[in-house]
């Protein structure tokens, strides 16, 4: 079946399947690679993306049920200032050590921060707890989600 | 990993349509969030030919007061309860329960209608809406009818739906000025985790007396439950530190815990959490209640 949906600004009209993830359509047939495949349960937030606007699992959403939404990952904010504090936070801050799950944290960190610019270290932690850092660097995360606050204000 | 069998996915706009949908397909099943069932289907725990996606009838997400009740349209997400300014407002019990599922991720997608309806022992929102006293409304082509959240819960994942029944909202009185409830959640983390055990309670005070009390356990018994035997202890009673420690400490033969080796917890644990958590409720639901005098 064909679906038409916003990927990053852009409209994308693809040919997909109804039991196709969302996951699985940007990863394979789309070549979004930032979106990781990890437990495909919902529960590591390796393949989060913002689904209008908010933090989602790809892995439980049928390609299908996009259609006509806005599905954004980190490839369609480059240019976004917020998320530039973010990515800058995060390497100056030595948040990022395999990086796997960093794409979905720092969607997620962006979501918080965007409706919430001066969060407390409680908000930030909640905001990133359905992203599991296999290295747990968990505080190094913090920090950093942190920083791109004060970075984003300045 | 295993890919989702296939199935053929409806996508109705309205009740109705889904209704019609559900009642004429065999083998369909009605999709809210996706958040469990998804898995369910990859794991093989559960089939469908047909999936009927309730996420385009924008009649069955809402939030809303009207005449001394709040009315829950039942694909709701658990995000929108938590950020509900009335739910905050009006029954703040239901929106910190509803934070404590999952993550921010699944909180977006999964639904309060497909908490309840999941019928796991353990679902956070059961006991806060259990002692707020909660009925819901079941839809078919037939024609809709009520019944209480207790009703609901038939036996371990499993709800009083019969094929073509849809939960369609979930009702409670508000409650009066002198009340307080408080949700009480044991997991093996702090965040992000599954209940090994929770509860609720509900106190209505009338000076020093307590005019109405309810309580509620998940993960206790086969499905969340009252426990009448503890209300009981509770109406009518002077309250104190003393009667909430008794009543608690009664709580220990009064659930009915999974005696399985392989459940997240022991019997023998759940009883005496249940203890703990039931003292924790009380006291806060006593806290609030008295803070809630006008």
């Keep these: 079946m064909k679906i038409s949906f916003t990927l990053n600004g852009k409209k994308a009209e693809v040919e997909t399947s109804t039991n196709q993830t969302l996951l699985d359509l940007l990863r394979d047939d789309l070549g979004v690679k930032s979106v990781k495949k990890g437990c495909e349960a919902g529960e590591c937030g390796a393949c989060t993306v913002l689904l209008d606007g908010k933090p989602v699992t790809s892995c439980l959403i049928l390609a299908p049920q996009v259609e006509n939404r806005h599905v954004t990952t980190v490839e369609g904010l480059v240019e976004d200032e917020l998320m530039g504090a973010l990515r800058e936070a995060f390497m100056e801050d030595g948040a990022i050590q395999c990086g796997f799950c960093t794409p979905g944290v720092l969607l997620s960190a962006y979501a918080l921060l965007k409706e919430n610019p001066k969060p407390t270290e409680l908000e930030v932690k909640k905001s990133i707890e359905g992203n599991i850092c296999r290295c747990t660097g968990y505080f190094k995360i913090i920090e950093a989600v942190m920083d791109a606050a004060e970075r984003a204000d300045t | ?294």
């Design chain 2, 1 to 294: 990993m295993k890919p989702i069998p296939n199935f053929i996915l409806h996508r109705p706009e309205t009740l109705e349509e889904a209704l019609k949908l559900l009642s004429e397909l065999e083998g369909s099943r009605p999709i809210a969030g996706g958040t469990d069932l998804l898995i369910g289907l990859r794991e093989g725990d559960c089939k469908a030919k047909h999936l009927v996606d309730l996420g385009l009838a924008k009649e069955l997400r809402y939030i809303r007061e009207d005449e001394g009740m709040i009315r829950i349209g039942s694909t709701t997400t658990l995000a929108q309860v938590v950020e509900s300014r009335l739910i905050n407002a009006k029954a703040p019990v239901l929106s910190e329960a509803s934070s404590l599922v999952g993550s921010v991720q699944i909180r977006n997608l999964a639904t309060i209608g497909g908490n309840l309806c999941n019928a796991s022992p353990g679902a956070d929102t059961a006991p806060p809406l259990l002692v707020l006293g909660a009925e819901v409304t079941i839809a078919s082509r037939n024609g809709s009818k009520s019944m209480t959240l207790s009703e609901l819960f038939a036996g371990p994942n499993r709800a009083k739906l019969a094929s073509g029944e849809l939960l369609t909202e979930i009702y409670f009185p508000v409650t009066p000025a002198g009340s307080g409830a408080s949700f009480q959640k044991l997991g093996r983390r702090k965040g992000c985790t599954l209940s090994l055990i929770n509860a609720a309670a509900y106190l209505e005070m009338n000076g020093e007396a307590c005019r109405e009390a309810r309580v509620a356990f998940g993960a206790c018994a086969p499905t969340p439950m009252r426990v009448l035997d503890a209300e009981v202890l509770l109406r009518g009673v002077k309250l104190d530190i003393k009667a909430i420690e008794d009543v608690s400490s009664a709580c220990y033969g009064l659930v009915q815990p999974s005696t399985r080796a392989h459940a997240r917890a022991s019997e023998e644990y759940r009883r005496e959490m249940s203890c703990v958590l039931m003292r924790r409720a009380l006291t806060e639901a006593w806290q609030r209640a008295r803070r809630n005098m006008r």
